[in-house]
């Protein structure tokens, strides 16, 4: 077991991130510091091996489920662990980071078996390199990010989500998940930093072809796209997590509004960041008053559907980076709602307080599978520590990335 500790979580034995009392200002850094002392407990009671990366928390536990490398989520805890090193500055947690980025290695090493690549490998050895310059960080990130290019189809013009069957996409045709816009980023680092620049014509690309096939008149999104893989015609529009095939699923709009936004940071194309505003109109003009989605927005018996703390998360992290592109009215707009999401995340409803050591409570995974309602899942710690580190870096005058 870890037992390397922070040895930091006892300067004041008061409760950090779960506010007991309404706040003019939402104090970031107290909700950071709940995050140290929330995973200082995970770092007590981890099995220390290689199978142990935290995915999930049952709804009446108070123990993660852990998974191995090979987890499409298995980049989300040393991510957030270099996250916590970033503004603690403890030493100990750059070397667990380190410790469990190291257990990710393998992936650069074998074939691509789906798109989550960018999900596992530049979470955790990307945010490790930016914070060390580790030059063999970088060595593993530049592979893997060749490995990704290799689900490419240049017919299709965006990367092959799931190259095995899955219910519903017509394999062996070609299937195109919206979650893989976040695996852009990977491509677009590469390129700009050793790799060959074809990586940067794939991402731009895939963001092109999901931008003309993937979404309805209104900018919802669907999750899934099934293309002809020889001809690269679009065959159908589909939902695999969400309620139905032309519902908006919370989380699969909040992987768009994130991607769009880095894709426009990263090509500075006016095109995305248009696209990107567009896509964040229909989810924030439907949030609950609470700025936390339900699953689904069109799940049936909305207000008794649980909802996906995660979702909020992703979009709370985006919007913060959105509103630094964005004219005066909408940035404020996109801040402020961004902050509230973070402040109602920051909130008893979604902190646990009863032993859970996670961040969040209240995240959806797969609905319609039955897994994961109503969980603690590792990438809403994530990107609730994301959204953190970014309003901090907002408010001491910096960029948020």
């Excluded at 309404?22 to 929330?38: A, N």
């Amino acid at each position: 077991m870890i037992r390397k500790t922070l040895g930091i979580v006892c300067v004041v034995l008061i409760s950090y991130g779960c506010h007991l009392k309404q706040k003019e200002v939402f104090d970031v850094d107290e909700s950071l510091q709940y995050c140290v002392e929330q995973a200082d407990q995970t770092l007590s009671e981890i099995p220390d091996d290689e199978k142990s990366l935290p995915r999930n928390i049952a709804p009446e536990s108070k123990e993660w489920n852990y998974v191995t490398y090979q987890d499409w989520t298995s980049g989300f805890w040393p991510g957030t662990l270099w996250y916590l090193y970033e503004y603690s500055q403890e030493p100990n947690l750059k070397e667990v980071a380190d410790q469990f980025t190291q257990y990710l290695r393998p992936l650069s090493e074998k074939p691509a078996t789906d798109h989550d690549l960018g999900f596992q490998v530049f979470n955790s050895f990307g945010n490790g390199y930016r914070l060390t310059g580790n030059a063999e960080y970088k060595k593993v990130i530049l592979r893997t990010a060749d490995t990704l290019a290799t689900l490419y189809n240049p017919a299709v013009g965006t990367i092959l989500s799931w190259p095995r069957p899955v219910p519903n996409m017509e394999w062996p045709n070609h299937n195109t998940i919206m979650d893989n816009m976040i695996n852009l980023e990977l491509l677009f680092w590469a390129s700009k930093n050793g790799g060959d620049s074809s990586l940067y014509q794939i991402a731009v690309a895939h963001a092109e072809t999901t931008m003309a096939n993937h979404f309805r008149p209104d900018f919802t999104s669907y999750h899934v796209v099934v293309y002809d893989r020889e001809t690269g015609e679009r065959i159908k529009g589909v939902t695999h997590q969400g309620y139905s095939d032309e519902s908006m699923w919370a989380r699969g709009q909040a992987w768009a509004i994130y991607g769009y936004t880095m894709v426009y940071r990263e090509t500075k194309d006016p095109k995305f960041l248009d696209f990107a505003q567009k896509v964040t109109r229909p989810y924030l003009d439907n949030l609950p008053e609470d700025f936390i989605p339900y699953w689904d927005f069109q799940a049936p018996n909305i207000p008794d559907e649980p909802r996906d703390a995660s979702a909020a998360a992703v979009v709370a992290s985006a919007l913060l980076e959105l509103a630094e592109y964005s004219d005066k009215a909408l940035a404020k707009e996109y801040r402020n709602k961004a902050i509230a999401m973070l402040e109602e995340l920051s909130s008893p409803r979604y902190c646990p307080e009863d032993g859970n050591p996670a961040f969040l409570r209240h995240s959806t995974g797969h609905y319609p599978n039955g897994s994961e309602i109503d969980y603690s899942i590792i990438y809403a710690d994530y990107y609730y520590i994301e959204g953190l580190t970014r309003l901090k870096r907002i408010r001491e005058g910096k960029k948020p990335v």
